[in-house]
């Protein structure tokens, strides 16, 4: 336990270069290095999460317990990846997960090992009606209630205009896709999210529902980041 700002050791204990006075600098220098790690961690720990979690939120893979009641989980990109990671934490936990991919095949390959728990669905996340039709159907077979959503899905860079000196006398249309599937599809997702819980009863723990967005480096970071702020 720290000790209060008003019980660290006075310079006036002991002469400067007698060891009593060295003994009493050193526990003043670790009580001050300990009340600064003490409130750095603090700092961090409520910009990186915003609020305390739950004991057993899905992020927190240290976490052995169990959900008192089966929970549901929405994940797009869940067919590889951070996806496929977070659907694998989610099916151990004994969380029901849809599944939403582009790679139809590859998430129907990671809910067959699981069929309990895991069903696949078919997403092209740059597209909203192709978004609007897969989370519809993901409510009605979790009767209603999907408890969290996970927009991963995303793509790596593309070229944005075609390196080519030569075309000095027509345009070529920009290739807009990794914002149409990291910018425009991670709002698609996330603003489904917020519509649909919005509209549920709160949990046992007060809550209507949570969304974590989470991302990599080659995922546009940057760019969702600017978009959520």
């Known amino acids: 336990m720290c000790r209060g700002l008003g019980s660290f ?3 006036g204990v002991a002469r400067y270069g007698s ?3 060295r003994a009493a600098r050193r526990e003043q220098t670790h009580t001050y290095s300990s009340v600064l790690t003490h409130y750095q ?3 961090v720990g409520f910009f990186l999460l915003g609020t305390r979690p739950a004991p057993c939120s899905p992020p ?6 169990k959900m008192p009641t089966q929970k549901t989980a929405y994940v797009t990109g869940g067919a590889s990846g951070i996806g496929l990671a977070v659907t694998t934490m989610l099916v151990a936990r004994g969380i029901r997960v849809a599944i939403a991919d582009v790679n139809f095949s590859g998430a129907q390959a ?4 699981h069929p309990k728990l895991a069903t696949a669905y078919e997403l092209n996340a740059a597209d909203w009606d192709s978004q609007l039709s897969v989370f519809e159907s993901v409510v ?7 408890d969290y959503v996970y927009p991963i899905a995303g793509i790596g860079e ?8 030569g075309m000095k006398t027509c345009f070529v249309k920009p290739n807009l896709e990794v914002l149409d599937v990291d910018l425009n599809g991670f709002l698609y997702t996330a603003s489904l999210a917020i519509q649909q819980m919005r509209r549920q009863d709160k949990d046992g723990d007060g809550n209507r529902g949570k969304s974590m967005f989470t991302q990599s480096l080659i995922d546009a970071y940057v760019v969702r980041r600017l978009a959520v702020k």
């Open 60 to 65: 927190r893979l240290h976490c052995d317990k």
């Open 9 to 11: 050791p006075s310079r």
């Open 110 to 113: 990671v809910a067959s090992k």
């Open 158 to 165: 593309k070229m944005f205009l075609p390196n080519d000196s």
């Open 140 to 146: 009605k077979a979790f009767d209603g209630r999907v």
């Open 41 to 43: 961690g603090l700092l």
């Open 19 to 21: 060891s009593n006075a």
